[in-house]
């Protein structure tokens, strides 16, 4: 069975901090996908990144950036100078295997930039 | 391009009723993920449909139906409405390039489904 925990329910942050979003996963399966989404107010999931099992290489997207560490399972999300748009739910998430797209979802974190 | 479209946006609903929630994919996109997410919660996988095939089902009752169109879009069926249906629905789509991939998946703006 697979499952993801983001053990941070709600962060609150000021404006121009940085914040660490935590997400730990487990799953059985050697092959696998994660991924973060961004829920606004608005409720669409909005779609962040792909990272699969086999590439541990951290990523960087302008003020976004990822750390996955297979030893600790462990994909975390840094907004670096946040800013109130960053304001939403983030979820992290798994695809075990290859050749399916069942997400399984963490609870979330609600991330509140503070101006 | 148009992103993953549903419809209704909202629905009001009593015990017992059924409804029927909808789904336009991406244009390309061959397939198609219902959820489920409950208020304060993650969303839970419903049903994948690939190829019009049912492809993957979640952990669900039998009330829950799906299917997919020769046009690629989708609907949701839930029969005998509980109180415990009402929920945002959110439907991703997704290219699938081979029977063997996984792709990312694109989610719409979900239907809200209240149960009284």
């Known amino acids: 069975a697979q499952k993801v925990t983001q053990a941070q329910t709600e962060i609150s942050v000021v404006e121009k901090e940085d914040v660490t979003l935590d997400c730990v996963y487990e799953?059985?399966?050697?092959?696998?996908?994660l991924f973060w989404y961004k829920q606004p107010p608005s409720g669409e999931l909005v779609f962040l990144i792909r990272?699969?099992?086999?590439?541990?290489q951290n990523e960087i997207s302008g003020r976004y950036s990822w750390n996955f560490q297979k030893s600790t399972s462990s994909f975390n999300f840094t907004i670096t100078a946040s800013q109130v748009v960053d304001s939403a739910v983030y979820f992290c998430?798994?695809?075990?295997?290859?050749?399916?797209?069942?997400?399984?979802f963490g609870t979330g974190t609600r991330l509140t930039i503070i101006p | 391009d148009a992103g993953v479209t549903q419809s209704p946006t909202h629905l009001i609903k009593t015990r017992g009723q059924q409804v029927t929630l909808r789904c336009s994919p991406i244009?390309?996109?061959?397939?198609v993920s219902w959820y489920q997410q409950v208020l304060g919660q993650g969303p839970q996988f419903i049903f994948q449909?690939?190829?019009?095939?049912?492809?993957g089902r979640g952990n669900f009752p039998d009330r829950f139906s799906a299917r997919q169109f020769p046009n690629y879009s989708s609907e949701l069926n839930v029969n005998a409405l509980l109180l415990g249906d009402s929920a945002l629905y959110l439907c991703?789509?997704?290219?699938?390039?081979?029977?063997?991939?996984?792709?990312?998946?694109?989610f719409g703006p979900g239907t809200r489904l209240t149960v009284l």
């Open positions: 991703a789509s997704s290219l699938v390039r081979g029977r063997d991939s996984t792709d990312t998946q694109y």
């Open positions: 998430a798994l695809v075990s295997n290859f050749g399916n797209e069942k997400l399984t």
């Open positions: 799953t059985r399966d050697t092959t696998y996908y």
């Open positions: 990272r699969n099992s086999f590439d541990e």
């Open positions: 244009s390309g996109h061959k397939s």
């Open positions: 449909y690939y190829e019009k095939e049912e492809r």
